[in-house]
């Protein structure tokens, strides 16, 4: 084996048990009992060999125990949580070829290629603190066995998976379970007679056996695993307990017999009992209060009478008072003068331990034998006794149904008075052969159900009858009712059975919904075991008797008593024989290691979309609900689910798109949308889990994938998950990619730049002559003018330049623009160009000194600033010195002398003009 495979061979068929990601575990192995070595050889082949083991893998998980029990060709595992560990880690994965498939009952089932089925795991149950919790097997994909659970469980307390209830109880010798009662906690608690000196027993606190049989009264937790405690109490003689209550303080009262023969061991008493000693004889009754932690007699009395005295059954009524029945075989415990010398008298008392009122005790019956078996009451005014007798004169009543003797033996009922035990009403009840009513209870409205079983085919029957005829001749259990006066019969019938000669019907009761619950011997409807001896039945009836609504089989010899848990199961016990018990795996006691042991089991069989409550029947299960069948509750529909109809043995999911966050819903319409930014790609969601990612969004509801999440545009993002918009970058930044998960993708608008709107793609520019210094601006106001002689060179600028020298700045235009000819900017950052003197002249642009302001030429002037060119003096005019205007020439020829005469100003300017002229063109 490696760290976490278990091998085992079943058929010949090699399963392989993978428990995943499991520690190398530790064995503790034990064989019938006895532990065993690790590698040990264990023949469970051989015909007689029992086969009783038990390995149990440590701490697979840290905090997880694996058991396997291996009971002849059965095997059962569980797991074991220490407090404080999940179920949720516990994975298993089998290697096999048989199919692996969960039945609609929700048991893991094994099926061979020719779809034999060839191993079996019960369905899960979880225990914590001796409380059942519902769960179930799921296969993953990955082939895996994983546990769910369908309640809320306390991490803080252990857990055990996998309980069942069916169990013996019981010693080597004869032991007998004659009636069972549950308290509050669901623990069952049981008496009847043990003859085995190694009876189980827990936490005693009385003498474990002291005569041939004594009394034992045993309390067992609801999974029938674990006895809390059992105690023995008794005489030398024969002692047993044949009832047992739960008073209104939670103490039980027990009812049984005892043998009393001095100077043996005698039944322990209190010392304020009615009667602490009675004459030698075989039975005398006791009546007992014992704490429900079993270690105090509280109070314990005899009931003592001159002939043997039968203890038969007792009742308790809201005052905790006490009705017992019992036959006499001579005189009454009253000590009646009347009664000295007859035998065969049915005795009921009054009783009260918590009172001084004295024993109250009536005594009646015929002249020949009587046997009282049951009683009840009838709205706490009366109670009703049932019964059989061979007397004529048995008392009764005029104007009932059956005034005299039919034949041998006949039933009778009679209604007595509460506080007095006066007889009302007391009737026979039979046929031409003998007939025998053992069981007795009662309707809301006081009709009385009686069963029992007849040898007559003549029995009383009415038309309407589940079974109107006798199926085998010989005992045939029969129930019938009689209206609450005892003047007519309301119904009868035979028990229906196909397997039997005979059958018994040994109880009856009417639950709170007047639906009748019987169980007896033999079996009807079903052949379970042909074996008369090892056949008993548990039967639910509709309130007219005349359907059946369940039908439970059980392997043993008796059912003498059962009870209704608050789930809903039946929980019967009795006594059977070794083999006849079916029992589970993981109980108290699997086998019976006596004659006959004592039984208990629980169990329920109503079919799919119902659930098996005593109270309710086999209910179908109401909208939201469901049921796989042989369930004591309907389980709600989980979130995510829902059922639509009565009587669902699934819940339907919810569809791809929506989801339930609440169970027990009752339509698809309570599965709600996935709300926008969410959705759900599987069905059956308890919450849209999957949600668009950051950087997308979706507007959409009960969205199926993620195809309905959308890319957030530029200019925006979404930083959430499931967001339904995505948030728009602000004014002042911008954003040109997609699918943006954080405002940290906005980025702030450049200096020269600005957005006036939200969810920018991109900035715009500042206008030219414009300029910005600062990031994220919003608007054009923003952004300032260049100031006087400078311009912004770009439309996105952050700074103003200068105009170089040569040129100046035109704000309208946002330029720097050449001085013009006759122009000339000495400095940068010029808003305009100076104009060259007149006189000068500038014929080339972008000038960037006063030197290229030149003189005019010969015979040239200048009037004008800003010159790109200058002006030639016309005819007898040349220009002055100043070259900026034009002058004439004066000049004087002296003839006279025959001589040229020149003034002298003009002699000087012609000899400069001269040499000027001679100087450029010669």
């Not at 795991?121 to 659970?149: G, H, R």
Request: net charge negative; charged share 20%; aromatic share 12%.
């Amino acid at each position: 084996m490696n760290q976490k495979e278990i091998i085992f061979t079943i058929q010949t068929n090699l399963i392989k048990l993978n428990l995943i990601k499991a520690n190398l575990p530790k064995l503790d192995i034990k064989s019938n009992g006895i532990s065993v070595l690790e590698n040990s050889k264990i023949d469970c082949n051989s015909e007689n060999k029992k086969c009783d083991l038990e390995i149990k893998y440590l701490q697979v998980y840290k905090g997880v125990d694996f058991l396997i029990k291996i009971n002849q060709n059965q095997t059962k595992s569980e797991f074991i949580l220490q407090k404080g560990k999940y179920f949720e880690k516990i994975k298993i994965n089998y290697k096999t070829n048989l199919k692996i498939q969960i039945n609609k009952i929700g048991d893991l089932v094994f099926i061979s290629n020719d779809s034999q089925i060839i191993f079996s795991e019960s369905k899960p149950i979880i225990i914590q603190n001796e409380k059942l919790f519902e769960s179930s097997y799921e296969i993953t994909k990955e082939n895996n066995i994983i546990f769910q659970i369908q309640n809320s469980i306390d991490l803080e307390n252990a857990l055990i998976i996998d309980p069942e209830f069916s169990t013996y109880l019981g010693g080597t010798d004869f032991d007998q379970i004659q009636s069972m009662v549950i308290d509050s906690d669901e623990n069952i608690i049981s008496t009847g007679n043990g003859k085995s000196a190694d009876f189980p027993m827990r936490n005693n606190n009385f003498k474990n056996y002291a005569g041939t049989d004594d009394v034992f009264i045993s309390k067992i937790n609801p999974t029938g695993k674990n006895i809390i405690w059992t105690t023995f109490i008794g005489s030398s003689g024969m002692d047993e307990g044949k009832t047992i209550k739960i008073d209104s303080n939670s103490n039980l009262i027990i009812g049984g017999n005892t043998q009393y023969k001095t100077p043996y061991d005698l039944f322990p008493t209190t010392l304020w009992a009615y009667n602490r000693s009675c004459p030698d004889i075989e039975k005398n009754p006791f009546l007992m209060t014992l704490s429900s932690t079993g270690n105090n007699i509280i109070y314990s009395t005899l009931i003592c009478n001159e002939g043997n005295l039968d203890f038969k059954n007792l009742i308790l009524d809201e005052n905790d008072q006490i009705y017992f029945i019992a036959d006499s075989s001579k005189g009454c415990p009253n000590y009646d003068d009347d009664y000295d010398d007859q035998f065969f008298l049915i005795v009921v008392g009054i009783f009260s331990s918590k009172s001084n009122d004295p024993l109250k005790v009536t005594c009646f019956g015929g002249s020949d034998r009587q046997y009282v078996n049951d009683i009840t009451q009838i709205d706490n005014e009366k109670i009703v006794i049932t019964g059989y007798t061979q007397s004529i004169d048995f008392p009764t009543t005029p104007l009932v149904y059956q005034h005299d003797l039919n034949y041998n033996f006949d039933c009778f009922i009679s209604v007595l008075n509460k506080e007095n035990l006066e007889m009302d009403w007391s009737t026979y009840f039979g046929s031409p052969r003998e007939d025998y009513c053992l069981s007795i209870s009662s309707s809301k409205n006081g009709d009385i159900w009686v069963s029992g079983f007849s040898d007559s085919e003549d029995f009383p029957v009415t038309d309407d009858a589940l079974q109107p005829d006798t199926t085998f001749s010989g005992e045939n259990g029969i129930y019938f009712k009689l209206r609450n006066d005892g003047k007519k019969l309301l119904y009868s019938s035979y028990l229906p059975t196909t397997v039997s000669d005979k059958s018994r019907i040994q109880k009856i009761l009417i639950n709170p919904e007047e639906n009748i619950l019987i169980a007896g011997k033999g079996f009807p409807l079903e052949n379970y075991d042909l074996d008369y001896n090892k056949n008993c039945f548990f039967l639910k009836l509709y309130p007219n008797g005349s359907k059946i609504m369940t039908s439970v089989s059980v392997g043993a010899e008796n059912i003498f008593d059962f009870g209704i848990s608050k789930y809903g199961g039946y929980i019967f016990v009795g006594d059977a024989a070794a083999g006849s018990l079916k029992t589970t795996q993981g109980s108290f006691q699997e086998t019976n290691t006596g004659i006959n042991n004592g039984f208990l089991v629980e169990t329920v069989n109503c079919g799919e979309g119902y659930y098996g409550s005593i109270k309710e029947g086999c209910t179908i299960c109401p909208k939201g609900t469901y049921s796989l069948g042989k369930q004591t509750t309907c389980f709600e529909c989980p979130a995510g689910s829902y059922s639509s109809n009565e009587g669902s043995s699934t819940c339907s999911l919810c569809p791809k798109g929506t989801f339930s966050n609440t169970t027990k819903e009752i339509s698809k319409e309570c599965c709600l949308p996935c709300l926008a930014g969410t959705y759900s790609t599987n069905e059956g969601a308890t919450n849209c889990s999957e949600q668009c990612p950051k950087g997308t969004f979706s507007n959409t509801t009960g969205a199926i994938s993620s195809e309905t999440c959308f890319d957030c545009s530029a200019g925006s993002y979404s930083s959430q998950e499931a967001s339904t918009s995505c948030l728009l970058c602000p004014k002042g930044t911008y954003s040109d990619q997609t699918k943006q998960t954080s405002n940290e993708s906005c980025l702030n608008c450049l200096k020269g730049t600005f957005s006036n709107t939200t969810a920018s793609t991109k900035c715009l520019q500042c206008k030219l002559g414009t300029y910005s210094i600062t990031e994220g601006i919003t608007s054009q106001d923003d952004c300032k003018e260049c100031p006087i002689g400078t311009i912004s060179l770009s439309p996105d600028s952050s700074v103003c330049e200068s105009c170089e020298k040569g040129y100046y700045a035109k704000h309208s235009l946002n330029k720097c623009v050449k001085c013009p000819r006759g122009t000339y900017s000495e400095s940068s950052g010029s808003t305009e160009c100076t104009k060259c003197k007149p006189g000068t002249y500038n014929y080339l642009e972008a000038q960037s000194s006063s030197y290229s302001c030149l003189e005019c030429g010969w015979l040239k002037y200048n009037d004008e600033y800003g010159a790109s060119q200058c002006k030639l003096c016309s005819r007898n005019t040349i220009p002055n010195s100043n070259l900026t205007k034009c002058i004439k020439i004066n000049i004087n020829f002296l003839t006279t002398s025959s001589t040229f005469r020149i003034s002298f100003p003009f002699f000087i300017l012609f000899i400069t003009y001269f040499s000027l002229f001679f100087f450029f063109y010669i």
